[in-house]
């Protein structure tokens, strides 16, 4: 797929570029970063221009993942990152992001899942959006649920964290949830 850019009332969420590196070396020195998502620790320069060179833009080559960057409108400053991630079942993506230390409970990353969340059901034909974060990461599942996903429980060993299984919340969003058209018909379960 060809990279889009999406838009928002505050942000602009932009396919990451390689002179995003220094700013995304700056934001992922910070330990919940490292600590709660998966980038590598320590977080060296090299990762953040691997990222932003390479691992990012072949996401978007193959289809496979569609990592924004997620920019201030006006002054362009990034505020950090939000990940659609392509799973084995049809119609079905994961979100992964992470906010900036700097800019974090002003409701940036909120808005800009919700943005992603829609492209996701209206672009990819999704039909369902998970967001799974390790128990304990509580400011991830506070955006998960002003986003308007639905939490569905706790999985037992759910991620796999730099090397250490851990158990993870899970929740989803579906096409419904946001006034929109799914493509395949759901039936929930009855009861």
């Known amino acids: 797929m060809e990279p889009i850019t999406l838009t928002t009332e505050r942000l602009l969420l932009r396919p990451f570029a390689g002179g ?51 920019v201030l409108r006006g002054s362009r400053a990034l505020v950090g990152a939000v990940g659609i991630i392509r799973r084995n079942l049809p119609g079905t993506y994961e979100v992964g992001f992470w906010t900036a230390r700097e800019h974090r409970g002003r409701g940036y990353t909120s808005e800009a899942v919700l943005a992603a969340a829609r492209w996701t059901f209206t672009s990819l034909c999704g039909d369902r959006l998970e967001w799974r974060a390790e128990v304990g990461n509580g400011p991830s599942r506070a955006v998960a649920l002003k986003t308007g996903f639905r939490m569905e429980g706790e999985q037992r060993s759910g991620l796999l964290n730099k090397g250490v299984r851990r158990d993870a919340w899970i929740g989803a969003l579906i096409p419904s949830d946001l006034g929109l058209l799914g493509t395949d018909t759901y039936l929930p379960a009855a009861g």
């Open 20 to 70: 995003d590196a220094d700013e995304i070396h700056a934001a992922c020195q910070d330990p919940d970063i490292q600590r709660w998502t998966v980038v590598p620790s320590p977080y060296s320069h090299a990762d953040a221009e691997f990222f932003a060179e390479k691992q990012s833009p072949g996401g978007w080559h193959d289809d496979s993942a569609y990592d924004f960057a997620v």
